[in-house]
């Protein structure tokens, strides 16, 4: 069983690649398959890949890194002190737990709101955009559908829960917290209200399509991890705008 099956953490996985790399240019040997698994997971995350050393990102298997290595530096301790230093600000940056402004918020909310399911689903959702696509699309639309159903519920409205679509679960969530486009005069709050109805019923539409909720054909359309990533943060934005609409209704009431 491959290493990457016991390390449970980005910055676990980095430390990994790291030794590999260190073990591949003192004398050692590392393995190839983990390597190209934790690079493409490094460069498909956009922040990540600001960090990731020059010497993974131009050389995508270890005989092209013993290429670079064995020429650039020519004793077993500069090779250490070189890759020791690449790694540091990637490596410093996942030990302190820095994750986008964004994330942090839409995640404090729905932590907050319902730490049992919601959450759990939200973190998932983030740990699989870039090596299951497919997955973190799925629970993206569960995460907006959970949402819905948890504020209806709070407000005691009934709803086909067997059944109904996303599209027509959001209308409903909507329709109640006063954020239907038909509710409002004001033409910019109508068009982005709009939108949102749209967003919805495009991520609902992408997990059928895309998602691994689903069958697919001969020649199924594979989504990539900027695919992932788009439904994961909207399906996080739309929840966050929910829950703060339903918190700030029920303030005022």
Request: charge should be negative; charged fraction near 20%.
């Amino acid at each position: 069983m491959s290493e990457l099956s016991y390390l449970g953490t980005l910055f676990d996985r980095v430390t990994y690649l790291q030794n590999m790399l260190v073990a591949q240019a003192t004398g050692g040997a590392g393995d190839n398959a983990d390597y190209q698994v934790i690079r493409t997971e490094l460069l498909g995350n956009p922040t990540i890949a600001t960090m990731t050393p020059r010497c993974v990102k131009t050389n995508r298997n270890l005989d092209q890194f013993w290429q670079f290595i064995k020429f650039e530096y020519g004793t077993y301790a500069d090779r250490r002190q070189y890759l020791w230093q690449e790694f540091n600000p990637l490596l410093e940056y996942l030990e302190k737990g820095q994750i986008h402004p964004a994330q942090q918020s839409i995640s404090d909310v729905l932590q907050n709101f319902d730490s049992d399911s919601i959450h759990y689903a939200w973190t998932k959702a983030l740990e699989r955009k870039v090596r299951d696509p497919e997955g973190a699309i799925t629970i993206a639309r569960t995460i907006l559908e959970s949402v819905c159903k948890h504020v209806l519920e709070e407000l005691g409205i009934d709803y086909n829960s067997s059944s109904i679509e996303l599209s027509d679960l959001y209308k409903l969530t909507a329709k109640e917290l006063n954020m239907a486009p038909e509710q409002h005069n004001e033409p910019i709050f109508k068009q982005i209200l709009g939108g949102c109805s749209g967003i919805v019923n495009g991520l609902g539409t992408l997990r059928n399509k895309l998602g691994d909720a689903h069958g697919h054909g001969k020649h199924p359309v594979k989504p990539q991890a900027r695919h992932a990533e788009l439904a994961v943060n909207l399906a996080g934005a739309m929840s966050l705008f929910l829950i703060s609409t339903y918190e700030a209704n029920k303030n005022n009431t």
